[in-house]
């Protein structure tokens, strides 16, 4: 079914757990100066995008160089044979073609640099920009950014757009400078989830859970039960990094401040959209100490022992843990490994809560303030994040699964964690980052006073949220 524009922007879609979306059909071009005014008039209901012509113009987007966090590259030179990059290429020549643009890429290791030295200067030098989330806050402190709900032609309520996600980044009621969507996974990639041994599994006599997390009673508490059912010494005399005992979870303590941060908003919004450093109260505490539970004590979570954060993807690939807590882009280094694998989301603390996916540092879409092609420029956003919901996500899902063969088990759990991408704004626009990467740590080694923390950082992360919302303010 192919949506038309005005059903596309009167709703908000959340896939479900069975779906992968498939509602744009590429192929539907309109012919220039062809057919009576009825046929045209039919064209365009089906196809917001049809008879566009853009005139040839040049579309600027700029983003880090090479692969940042996982995120793919927004544009290559070639078909290279790598599924993805070929979904991205084939995406932008097909959208090329049928508004008649140009899109040139800069890739630049100091884009951040570039981007505001020539907004500084008053420069039209881009059109969109892929900024790691870090940066956001000191941007609009800097008035890099256009506000988003400005562009007129971006329809912001339709599927291709993570409506949800972009809706808790608002401030003020009407100020959005970032936006995630289909366009570019780098939100979804971000987003914290779990891996898991298929075949120690089912060693250990348990059924694979996803039966458990379609059923929603993929907990904390199930969660434990595998983790402990499976955890085994192997004739060690206690746990540790070295030897051959199996743990509980392989990860480190970046990736339990993430998948914290599920757990409730820190920072929230008063009636007139203003964020405030809410504290903890009580159902924020109790999932904490949860949390703690879960992830400390002997032989429940190692990172690998070595000095780098990544040394816990090694000792997972070594077989030395059921579950790795990590980025869903990390899980592709996962693909060479003997074993199987499968994909979950973090667990809900209750059975009757919704599953929760929180993500890191991630490169999320934005505009640049001097963009004198506002229209243009919301329009081509659209256009692309329209095709991509279907053409390259997909592609996308199927690259994670195990060794690029398409897993519907997994493609639905991807679904699920997609479904429920938090958008905390403390950890989004960094007001919260050190609070939470020092929690992290502490957790793990079950020393973590959830109230102590609060009350000990809560006055730096307010005076950081008034620092960010007094240039908003004027």
Known sequence: MILSYAAACGQTHQPSANEVIHNFNPDTTASDNVGTAAETESEAAEDPFA????????????????????????????????????????????????????LVLTQNSDYGGVVQRSVQAGEDAYDAVFNVSDLTASWIASGILYNMLDIPTI??????????????????KNHLYQMSGSISPGVLIRSVALAFRTGTVKDNGLDLPYDLVREGKWTYDEMDRYARTCQNLNGESSYATSGQSFW??????????????????????????IPYFAGADEALVSAYERMQQSFSGDGMTSNGGGDYASDYIAFYKDNRALFMVSAIGNMIYLRDMDAEYGILPMPKFTEDGRYLNSLGSSYILGVPATNTRIDETGTILDCLGRYSMDNVIPVYYDSLCYRGMRDNDSIEMLNIINAGLVSDLGRFYGWTVQFLDGIGDKLIKGKLNVVSEMEKNGPRIQKSIDKTMAEING
């Open 155 to 172: 329809s912001y309520d339709a599927p291709w757009w993570d409506t949800e996600f972009n809706n808790g980044l608002i401030l003020n």
């Open 51 to 102: 008879g566009i012509d853009m005139g040839g113009m040049e579309f600027r987007v700029i983003q880090t160089e090479g692969v940042s966090f996982g995120t793919p590259e927004f544009d290559f030179d070639s078909l290279s044979g790598d599924s993805v990059q070929d979904a991205i290429y084939t995406r932008n020549r097909t959208m090329e073609e049928k508004l008649n643009f140009k």
């Open 248 to 273: 509980g979870y392989a990860t480190f303590g970046g990736w339990i401040s993430v998948a914290a941060i599920a757990a409730g908003q820190i920072v929230q919004l008063d009636e007139n959209g």
